[in-house]
């Protein structure tokens, strides 16, 4: 990256994440444009390679090497919880990446916390809880999506919405959801315009006033 050059928050975890479970920077780059990152904050292949360089050196993948089912720290039990979550990580894509034991582990914790929580959500999440926990972030905004339960029904995403809405003044800028929804394309359900019409960037769900109203295109 050139000196002075800040790669986004929610694009730099979004990044790292998925460069911690092996993947290349050119498949990153057909992952992030697949999910419409560009849109909204356009990164140049040259810029994800630098991410994924720096990420790997400062922070080895996980010291406890991949996870197998051989591997009696993660009980079967638990790999039961996260059955319908490992195809989605390891199916077609085996050969190229394999969930390190960290990141199983994290699968499992966070269905253990939200048993009915999609498959679809938990990677996200669990790679979220990840990168800030490795860097000593504050995950309260991740423990708001499984106590509110966005996924649940439209009435839950609105509440969701204006729940973080007015938790900015107590956690801050909830940056790392910015990061999470885009992943999960739960943006892409957004529509806050006043006449009605969807609006691709859904910021304004997140960073609008506590006191007003949250409008969703639900689907």
């Given amino acids: 990256m050139s000196r002075g050059k800040q790669v986004p928050y929610p ?18 780059e057909r992952e992030l444009g697949r999910k419409h990152w560009f849109g909204t904050y356009p990164v140049s292949l040259r810029t994800i390679q630098n991410v994924v360089k720096q990420a790997r050196q400062e922070e080895p993948p996980d010291p406890a090497g991949p996870w197998s089912l051989a591997d009696a720290s993660i009980p079967a039990d638990d790999v039961r919880l996260i059955r319908d979550v490992l195809p989605t990580i390891i199916g077609g894509d085996a050969g190229k990446s394999w969930p390190s034991r960290e990141y199983v ?19 996200t999440l669990a790679s979220a809880y990840r990168v ?49 929804l885009t992943d999960l394309e739960v943006f892409w359900l957004v529509d806050i315009d006043q006449d009605g019409a969807p609006i691709i960037d859904g910021d304004d769900v997140l960073y ?11 689907s």
């Avoid at 694009?11 to 990153?28: D, M």
């Avoid at 916390?113 to 959500?121: G, R, V």
């Avoid at 609008?208 to 639900?218: F, K």
Wanted: charged fraction near 25%.
């Fill in 11 to 28: 694009v730099r975890n979004a990044i790292r994440a998925l460069a911690w479970e092996g993947v290349s920077a050119a498949e990153i």
């Fill in 105 to 123: 582990q994290w699968l499992v914790r966070v269905r253990r916390a939200a048993p009915d929580i999609s498959s679809h959500w938990v990677p």
């Fill in 132 to 180: 800030l926990a490795r860097d000593g972030k504050d995950t309260r905004y991740l423990d708001m999506v499984l106590v509110l339960r966005p996924w649940e029904s439209e009435n839950t995403l609105k509440s969701f919405y204006h729940a973080v809405r007015c938790a900015r003044r107590l956690l801050g800028p909830p940056d790392v959801l910015r990061w999470v």
């Fill in 208 to 218: 609008g006033p506590c006191n007003e109203r949250v409008r969703i295109a639900w």
